[in-house]
């Protein structure tokens, strides 16, 4: 019989405790002789079975021993408290770790600080170590664009993973992509796989995107210089530059698209196409075959997805963006 850590009853002390549990009253040595155990040996497990108290010995030497209901139940109770206060302190110290990787955080940049300057040259080969450290001495929003895709640090295998768990920890980022991203198969999986982690996504045509970077929060820019597989990096850290590159990115982001032709889903297409011939929302969930609150779901989640407001808006870019092809030209 196991149970939890503290608790753990041997094999042989299961054994005497059965054996005791079945016979009449009697002392250790009687029990040992019927068991045809040596009498030290049923000496100890006799005493493992009254710390956990299971059996009670009389002054007369003899073993007593309680309903098992009973006996056991109180084991239980015992440890199942003590798990209970274990977990509370757990979950305290669990809670406590938020703050504490804030300490972190600002230890690390007081640790940093005095000796960083205001451009820093960061060749090729270190650019995932420099991201990596980005990620965790800054906070806020990460905005990132990336005119190559194909390259740079945020495809090195330990950046990647630092990547899913700042995302699985609640923090947003960003990310502008150029239209081409998607006609690669390859390229186009990496980036359904970004997304499903939580990471907020936009197209821009690819002669729009001119340049890759990176903004941290208030920490740093993080540029690269010429857009090819073994160019440098700048990392950037004073405010003016800050702002500057955070102003770039948030025009950009208004301009980008949230989802191009490709990336609707059918039934979306088919939600969309009936809305076009005016249908109302109950006659599309008819139609469909669909609840009218999960319709009315979705419309939401596409008006979300194309940034605006209102239908007439959602309308206007389907049509911009050719989501429903010839159908209703």
Same mark, same amino acid.
């Given at each position: 019989?196991?149970?939890?850590?503290?608790?753990?009853?041997?094999?042989?002390?299961?054994?005497?405790?059965?054996?005791?549990?079945?016979?009449?009253?009697?002392?250790?040595?009687?029990?040992?002789?019927?068991?045809?155990?040596?009498?030290?040996?049923?000496?100890?497990?006799?005493?493992?079975?009254?710390?956990?108290?299971?059996?009670?010995?009389?002054?007369?030497?003899?073993?007593?021993?309680?309903?098992?209901? !009973? !006996?056991?139940?109180?084991?239980?109770?015992?440890?199942?408290?003590?798990?209970?206060?274990?977990?509370?302190?757990?979950?305290?110290?669990?809670?406590?770790?938020?703050?504490?990787?804030?300490?972190?955080?600002?230890?690390?940049?007081?640790?940093?600080?005095?000796?960083?300057?205001?451009?820093?040259?960061?060749?090729?080969?270190?650019?995932?170590?420099?991201?990596?450290?980005?990620?965790?001495?800054?906070?806020?929003?990460?905005?990132?664009?990336?005119?190559?895709?194909?390259?740079?640090?945020?495809?090195?295998?330990?950046?990647?993973?630092?990547?899913?768990?700042?995302?699985?920890?609640?923090?947003?980022?960003?990310?502008?992509?150029?239209?081409?991203?998607?006609?690669?198969?390859?390229?186009?999986?990496?980036?359904? !796989?970004?997304?499903?982690?939580?990471?907020?996504?936009?197209?821009?045509?690819?002669?729009?995107?001119?340049?890759?970077?990176?903004?941290?929060?208030?920490?740093?820019?993080?540029?690269?210089?010429?857009?090819?597989?073994?160019?440098?990096?700048?990392?950037?850290?004073?405010?003016?530059?800050?702002?500057?590159?955070?102003?770039?990115?948030?025009?950009?982001?208004?301009?980008?698209?949230?989802?191009?032709?490709?990336?609707?889903?059918?039934?979306?297409?088919?939600?969309?196409?009936?809305?076009?011939?005016?249908?109302?929302?109950?006659?599309?969930?008819?139609?469909?075959?669909?609840?009218?609150?999960?319709?009315?779901?979705?419309?939401?989640?596409?008006?979300?997805?194309?940034?605006?407001?209102?239908?007439?808006?959602?309308?206007?870019?389907?049509?911009?963006?050719?989501?429903?092809?010839?159908?209703?030209?």
């Amino acid at each position: 019989m196991n149970t939890q850590q503290g608790v753990t009853l041997s094999g042989e002390a299961e054994q005497f405790y059965r054996h005791v549990l079945r016979s009449a009253r009697a002392d250790v040595d009687e029990h040992a002789v019927a068991m045809g155990w040596p009498i030290r040996r049923a000496q100890r497990v006799a005493r493992e079975l009254e710390r956990l108290r299971l059996v009670i010995r009389t002054d007369k030497g003899v073993l007593k021993v309680d309903d098992p209901r !009973a !006996a056991v139940g109180r084991l239980v109770d015992r440890e199942e408290a003590a798990l209970d206060q274990r977990r509370a302190t757990l979950t305290e110290l669990r809670s406590a770790m938020e703050s504490y990787e804030q300490d972190y955080r600002r230890g690390l940049q007081r640790e940093i600080e005095p000796s960083l300057p205001a451009v820093e040259r960061i060749s090729a080969g270190h650019g995932p170590a420099v991201v990596d450290r980005l990620y965790r001495t800054s906070e806020g929003d990460v905005l990132q664009v990336s005119a190559e895709v194909a390259i740079g640090p945020g495809y090195d295998e330990d950046v990647r993973r630092k990547f899913r768990e700042v995302l699985a920890g609640g923090r947003v980022i960003r990310s502008i992509f150029p239209r081409s991203m998607l006609l690669d198969p390859r390229l186009h999986a990496l980036a359904s !796989a970004r997304a499903e982690a939580g990471e907020q996504q936009r197209f821009l045509p690819d002669d729009q995107i001119r340049v890759d970077f990176g903004v941290w929060g208030r920490t740093g820019v993080l540029l690269d210089e010429g857009g090819g597989a073994d160019s440098d990096y700048l990392l950037l850290r004073t405010p003016v530059v800050l702002d500057a590159f955070t102003t770039l990115f948030e025009e950009l982001w208004r301009r980008a698209e949230p989802v191009l032709s490709r990336d609707a889903s059918a039934e979306d297409v088919k939600i969309l196409d009936l809305l076009s011939l005016g249908l109302k929302d109950e006659a599309v969930a008819r139609q469909l075959g669909l609840g009218l609150r999960t319709v009315r779901r979705r419309i939401a989640a596409l008006m979300e997805d194309h940034g605006v407001d209102t239908r007439f808006q959602l309308g206007l870019a389907v049509g911009g963006r050719d989501l429903l092809g010839d159908r209703r030209r």
